[in-house]
T-cell receptor, first 115, second 112 residues
């Protein structure tokens, strides 16, 4: 079974600074997807970014980018120019590419933005 | 396109009762997945439906069941509620289940 580990229960960053959230995963599969989701206090789960395992290029979405190290099974999220609206729980998630398996989530990192 | 909708948003039940939650996916999406979120266990996969068929199920007791209708709307049912079933239940949809999942706002269930 796949596992996803987020080793930072909480992170704090000053507004406008850059922060990196860590995620490692364990799998024996070669075809899979990795995601970062954001869950603000409203509890709505919002997709931040997605990475296909077969792509070597790291995904980027505006101020959000990932560092995908396939051999190390590491998938970190970098948030540049942090904004107050970035404050939320961030979940790293894994999905097998081969079938209808659900997402496997990490425990989450609570991101605090200091004004 | 409208997003994933879930009803009701909040629910209070007592132990032993049963509950039905509803999820309407994004238009054109045929796959619906359900997740349970609790402070202790985090986010856990319940089951996934595609074209009215359950394709996968997580490690939950048989009290948790679901179904999907021909219009892709899905319902999940929990029978004989227990205090530990108190949770946020999230529904997510995707085009065929192999792609990115988009989540609804969730249903908060409190079992007393």
């Amino acid at each position: 079974a796949q596992t996803v580990t987020q080793s930072q229960p909480e992170m704090s960053v000053q507004e406008a600074e850059t922060v990196t959230l860590s995620c490692t995963y364990d799998t024996s599969e070669s075809d899979y997807y990795l995601f970062w989701y954001k869950q603000p206090p409203s509890r709505q789960m919002i997709l931040v970014i997605r990475q296909e395992a077969y792509k070597q290029q790291n995904a980027t979405e505006n101020r959000f980018s990932v560092n995908f190290q396939k051999a190390a099974k590491s998938f970190s999220l970098k948030i540049s120019d942090s904004q107050l609206g970035d404050a939320a729980m961030y979940f790293c998630a894994y999905k097998s590419g081969g079938g209808a398996d659900g997402l496997t989530f990490g425990k989450g990192t609570h991101l605090i933005i200091q004004p | 396109k409208a997003g994933v909708t879930q009803t009701p948003r909040y629910l209070i039940k007592t132990r032993g009762q049963q509950v039905t939650l509803s999820c309407s996916p994004i238009s054109g999406h045929r796959s619906v997945s359900w997740y349970q979120q609790t402070p202790g266990q985090g986010l856990q996969f319940l089951f996934e439906y595609f074209s009215e068929t359950q394709r996968n199920k997580g490690n939950f007791p048989g009290r948790f069941s679901g179904r999907q209708f021909s219009n892709s709307r899905s319902e999940m049912n929990v029978s004989t509620l227990e205090l530990g079933d108190s949770a946020l239940y999230l529904c997510a949809s995707s085009f065929q289940g192999l792609e990115t999942q988009y989540f609804g706002p969730g249903t908060r269930l409190l079992v007393l």
